[in-house]
RNA sequence: GGAGAGGUGGCAGAGUGGUCGAAUGCGCUCGACUUGAAAUCGAGUGUACCGAAAGGUACCGUGGGUUCGAAUCCCACCCUCUCCGCCA
């Protein structure tokens, strides 16, 4: 969520940050709600002030002898009951438009930052960097990693179409395997970069997805529970950034790292014909989710390392892999930075987004509440939150069964795999 | 699912209509005493909004209601705990 000072003081520059993202972004109805209701507001106070004045003054007399039924207390009382006349024609109206000011923010999207390029499009987002272009392979003989894995058996699109419905996949044997492989080898590794292990809840409630920012804009995108206010996460960063909802830590407390593999539940609604096949767009997908809750002052570099977490992964796995950064029109709803890390597919001979490093700023602490105190000052502020796959252990699949095809047909492990599977190939 | 108990500040725990943002204790911060520490003593210690400030307002699970006045009374809902049942 934005901040309604930052609006206020800086109506322009806010929407022209906004308007970066493409979209129309008209604030001027916001902030005549804005004066609206802080009129009300005071005026409000006001009255509540004089009613309180009234209540004590009754309080005190009835206790120093005055008649309760006496001319004085009446005088009172009937000054009192019109005050609350007055304040019941105010206050659902101020109250109705801080739930309308309130409703308004939590649609805009956060403010790209400073830093990511201008751009309309995916087409205008910059490269950084390529990794493993010495283990590209292209297209010769290369089998869609759906065709291998379904020759070599390890999952099954058909029979869990029937169980479920189609974007639905089974594992079986080594397929099973190597996920649950992947799925502890990239833990391994995280908690070892300094990541405390989680294993949350995967249902989540409205208040959560809110925090977050899937809610109020994309509900379409989440299952949603038809009895229960739960909804199927559609990502680890919904859990464990909501762990900390409603906290005030202490800045000592702070970086907070957390990892967790969960699987995540997307509707996928609008992608009809899409990756159609394969693993690489599911409803349900596995993945192993890094996020970090700092102080503001370091949220720039720890950018960079959550960024290097997710990276060496792919370099422990050597799937070649580029970076590219998010130009303003591409980022996401609560993104004011962002990093996709591509792994090279050579069947599609392309680079396919297997990681998505977000630095979301105050953005959803300020949703979620997360504040943290620096020790010996007044106040508080709101906390940075940051988060990144680490990795998508799907399309990781995917990459493998493609990347490390050889010439017999056969698919090598790669070599950090091998303790973790006991065999060198599928 | 059935029965019961309960939700108050960082924690524990008072408070059942009035001056209560809330006693007391613990914790924490600062200070005094001490060679240092402990103990002791003193002062302070929630969050947010409005306001240039003075100050004002709101918050005792959430939302309504009664009243001049609600942490306290009424209604609805949510959550937690205990026991029973069921169950991985």
Known sequence: ????????????????????????????????????????????????????????????????????QGPEIAALRTEG????????????????LKLEIQNILLTLPNLPSDTTPQGKTETENVEIHRWGDAHKRGPEGILPHWEMGEKLGIFNFERSAKVAQSRFVTLLGAGAALERALISFMLDQQIAAGYIEALPPILVNSDSLTATGQLPKFAEESFKCADDDLWLTPTAEVPLVNLYRDEILESDALPIYHCAYTPCFRREAGSYGRDTRGLIRLHQFNKVELIKIVNPETSEAEHETLRQNAEAILQAL??????????????????AKCYDLEVWLPSAETYREISSCSNCYDFQARRANIRYREAGTKGTQFAHTLNGSGLAVGRTMAAILENYQAANGAVKIPTVLQPYLRREVL
């Open 1 to 68: 969520m934005l901040d309604i000072k930052q609006i206020r003081a800086n109506p322009v520059a806010v929407q022209e940050k906004l308007s970066l993202r493409g979209g129309d972004y008209d604030l001027q109805p916001l902030l005549r709600l804005d004066q609206r209701q802080r009129d009300l507001e005071t005026r409000r106070s006001q009255l509540q002030s004089r009613s309180n004045t009234i209540g004590k003054a009754v309080g005190q007399k009835i206790k120093s002898g005055s008649d309760p």
């Open 81 to 96: 009951n019109d005050l609350k006349t007055q304040l019941a024609e105010l206050d659902p109206e101020e109250k109705a």
């Open 318 to 335: 050597e799937l070649p892999y580029r970076v590219i950064e998010l130009c303003t029109g591409d980022l996401g709803f609560g993104a």
